[in-house]
């Protein structure tokens, strides 16, 4: 335990990495990256389901397997960008920490910056209702 504190001091009372998580800074985001995609997989199915089911119903009796790629292709949109958005904050909160060589609101910043290119993985039509969900948010 003294080890720990000594350790603390010395960095200038910056929490080292593996304190915080017990593994390496990339294993512990793709480990979270994973549990938000399982996450976000269970929560995105049934909301790109129900209207394909609810208002595209004769176009999944004429073309099924087309309607059911555009499904899967929304699905995993969502799952990547909500999961890159998860990891992608809490990695680089540790990146720019060791690289600025300490822990300010400015890596914070510099995270929220990184994760927000998540949004690329939606399509353009659904980035602006993300953007006017997220608005009242930031305010």
């Known amino acids: 335990m003294s080890d720990y504190w000594t350790e603390l001091a010395y960095n200038g009372g910056m929490v080292?990495?593996?304190?915080?998580?017990?593994?390496?800074?990339?294993?512990?985001?793709?480990?979270?990256?994973?549990?938000?995609?399982?996450?976000?997989l269970k929560l995105y199915t049934?909301?790109?389901?129900?209207p394909l089911i609810i208002f595209k119903r004769k176009a999944m009796l004429k073309t099924p397997l087309?309607?059911?790629?555009?499904l899967a292709?929304?699905?995993?949109?969502?799952?990547?960008?909500?999961?890159?958005?998860?990891?992608?904050?809490?990695y680089g909160t540790c990146i720019f920490k060791k690289m600025?060589?300490?822990?300010?609101?400015?890596?914070?910043?510099?995270?929220?910056?990184?994760?927000?290119?998540?949004?690329?993985?939606?399509?353009?039509?659904r980035r602006v209702e993300l953007a006017l969900f997220l608005f009242p948010r930031f305010i």
């Open 16 to 40: 080292p990495c593996h304190a915080q998580h017990p593994n390496s800074c990339e294993k512990d985001a793709f480990i979270k990256f994973l549990k938000v995609a399982t996450m976000a």
């Open 100 to 125: 600025r060589g300490k822990m300010d609101p400015w890596n914070i910043v510099l995270s929220s910056i990184l994760c927000s290119l998540s949004i690329f993985f939606e399509p353009s039509k």
């Open 46 to 50: 049934p909301l790109h389901m129900l």
């Open 73 to 90: 292709k929304n699905i995993i949109r969502s799952v990547l960008f909500l999961s890159v958005y998860v990891a992608s904050f809490w």
């Open 66 to 70: 087309r309607e059911l790629y555009f």
